[in-house]
């Protein structure tokens, strides 16, 4: 619409420009006097002059640029349109025998046209020359992906924005119907497979992403193709699609491209109502509190008003900030929070038997892999013995539900860390046979932005200017955004009977190498040019890949709103608490090999990695 209006705004402009230089032409001619048959003559050319000169300034372009970024080859534009429009005049003038005119008047009329078609286009170009004299922000060029509503806003936020600190070239869009078509002034220039040539020929410097709610893999593609193509630019995003129904869009909210937007996760809505039923007015007791996935829960955890939340956690730095968090945010909240290890019984028994918790989220485990290979029996003491002990005090004290935090890492295991948390799962699912507590598991896979994950690693050694290290080119992961995997838990622990584990369908998995690509990409850097990958070759216990479900919860999970759901299996809970109670007085004894064994016999599906020679011990297989 606004396109149509730029159209008719010009052509009114240039419609009188036109009639001034044909009457000052005659003017000039016939020293300012028209005889009879000369203003007779000049009423004939002038409606023709405006009509034909129009069409021809149409067929030549003149109305698909912008003034702004008027240049040499618009000129030469200007220069064919107008010598067209006179020889069109000219043979005009003869067949109608209008020789007393004389070619002057229309020599003259080209001159005029010239000069005043010209300077009204580039008068604008010539102000903007001007103020470079002036200290001003040099423009970026940008270029805009998606030609719909939400690149129109942005468009015309950009386009009339006061300190030009943009200078947007157009659009790229897939629909073919838009080809060519001008919004606000820019061109759609082509689309998505097309964006590499045009960012290279048109010298882009960022890219704004303008589709609503984009998938994880369209951006993925966008990054790979201006890469691909040898370019090296930023990219932006809009803010939220709540903003742009609104019709908010501010150049301040644009944000650079995150991580985690390479995801491109849906949220998978919850149950509130469930949430809340089962946490409101409850005392919540949180372990491992201070780390990533405890802090959400607590954060989120908040929001339903319990009427305790026990915080626990041994990392009483993190633990101090997130107290200052909660106190800010939900001053009315009544929370106490732990400083300990949930190793000690004593103080398990002190908090359960003061504070008697109706609900436990158990998210404190050691969960690096290469560092529990090294340290098997660590590994049993903190994710086996003092989950064991935990479940023990739930059923004593009569907690209502209790959630274990697992990980994907659990389905035919090959780590130390993964084994750990796949025997804790079986206890689970054990004790949940014949305990009025409701004990679950919640197994999804990397958490983006959580301590230690990939991506953390990757930012630190792009910062310092390291190469970037992958253990494997074909090596992939699932990844999750920490408020996905917590509302994950809370629904969990809504909608749990008792004995689940509870798996989000967490789509496809991403090669590291892609991401650590891709992450090259949005620093502004170029691989193998500033900075490189090294493939280091997979750690101990390191898979290439995940798997969600084990074989025989494939033929059990069914499927609710995006959470795969994999029934209670039938343990021998005699025989898992003397296999438990083996492992640790063989953890006590520091009886690593004898450790592994044991956990291969009590998992069969664990595929230990056999360690190198120089390795403190070996496994029997």
């Not at 003869?94 to 070619?103: A, L, N, P, T």
Request: charged share 25%; glycine share 6%; net charge positive.
């Amino acid at each position: 619409m606004l396109s149509k209006l730029r159209l008719v705004w010009m052509a009114i402009v240039d419609l009188i420009l036109l009639n001034v230089a044909l009457l000052m032409a005659f003017m000039i001619r016939f020293d300012w006097k028209l005889p009879a048959e000369v203003l007779h003559a000049y009423r004939s050319l002038i409606l023709l002059a405006s009509i034909g000169r129009l069409g021809i300034f149409y067929f030549f372009g003149l109305y698909r640029w912008s003034f702004r970024y008027a240049s040499l080859s618009e000129a030469i534009r200007i220069f064919q349109s107008v010598s067209t429009g006179t020889l069109f005049l000219i043979s005009y003038s003869f067949f109608m025998h209008y020789s007393y005119i004389g070619r002057s008047v229309l020599l003259i009329d080209l001159l005029l046209c010239l000069f005043l078609i010209a300077a009204f286009r580039f008068v604008f170009r010539l102000h903007i020359k001007i103020q470079w004299k002036k200290p001003v922000v040099i423009s970026i060029p940008v270029l805009i992906v998606g030609a719909g509503d939400a690149g129109a806003m942005v468009a015309r936020e950009l386009v009339n924005e006061k300190s030009k600190r943009y200078m947007p070239l157009g659009f790229v869009d897939d629909d073919p119907m838009k080809k060519r078509v001008h919004i606000h002034g820019l061109q759609v220039l082509g689309n998505f497979k097309e964006i590499s040539r045009i960012v290279r020929e048109n010298k882009v410097e960022e890219i704004i992403i303008a589709l609503p709610n984009p998938s994880g893999k369209e951006i993925r593609d966008l990054i790979s193709s201006c890469r691909d193509g040898g370019s090296v630019v930023k990219f932006k995003i809009i803010p939220d699609l709540q903003n742009l129904l609104s019709g908010k869009v501010e150049l301040k909210k644009f944000r650079d491209v995150k991580p985690e937007d390479l995801l491109g996760r849906q949220e998978v809505p919850i149950d509130t109502t469930e949430v809340k039923s089962f946490l409101e007015d409850k005392v919540v007791l949180i372990t491992g509190a201070a780390g990533s996935i405890g802090s959400e829960l607590a954060r989120q955890a908040a929001q339903f008003h319990p009427s305790l939340l026990l915080l626990w956690d041994h990392n009483e730095n993190e633990m101090f900030f997130l107290q200052l968090e909660l106190k800010k945010k939900y001053p009315r909240l009544q929370f106490f929070s732990i400083i300990g290890d949930i190793r000690e019984i004593g103080l398990l028994k002190y908090i359960f038997s003061t504070y008697r918790p109706h609900v436990v989220f158990h998210a404190a485990a050691h969960k690096h892999v290469p560092l529990m290979e090294e340290n098997p029996a660590a590994a049993v003491r903190n994710n086996i013995i003092a989950t064991r002990n935990l479940v023990y005090a739930s059923e004593h004290y009569k907690v209502e539900r209790f959630v274990l935090i697992s990980t994907d890492k659990a389905v035919n295991p090959t780590s130390v860390m993964g084994v750990t948390k796949r025997i804790t799962e079986m206890l689970l699912q054990a004790k949940a046979q014949t305990s009025r507590t409701k004990f679950m598991a919640v197994r999804f896979g990397n958490v983006i932005g959580s301590n230690g994950s990939v991506v953390q690693v990757f930012k630190k050694q792009i910062e310092e200017g390291r190469s970037l290290t992958v253990t494997h080119p074909d090596i992939r992961r699932y990844f999750m955004m920490v408020n996905e995997a917590v509302q994950l838990v809370l629904q969990a622990g809504g909608i749990g009977k008792g004995g689940e584990i509870f798996i989000l369908d967490m789509g496809e998995q991403i090669k590291i190498v892609d991401l650590a690509v891709n992450l090259i990409a949005l620093s502004g850097l170029e691989l193998d040019k500033d900075i490189s990958i090294e493939y280091t070759g997979l750690r101990p216990g390191e898979k290439l890949y995940e798997e969600v479900l084990h074989d025989m919860e494939h033929d059990q999970a069914t499927h609710h709103n995006k959470i795969f759901i994999a029934q209670p299996e039938p343990y021998n809970l005699n025989q898992l608490k003397k296999d438990i109670e083996e492992l640790k007085n063989l953890s006590d004894r520091m009886d690593e090999a004898g450790i592994l064994r044991k956990m291969k016999e009590m998992v069969p599906s664990y595929r230990p990695t056999l360690l190198e020679a120089n390795t403190k011990w070996s496994v029997a297989t």
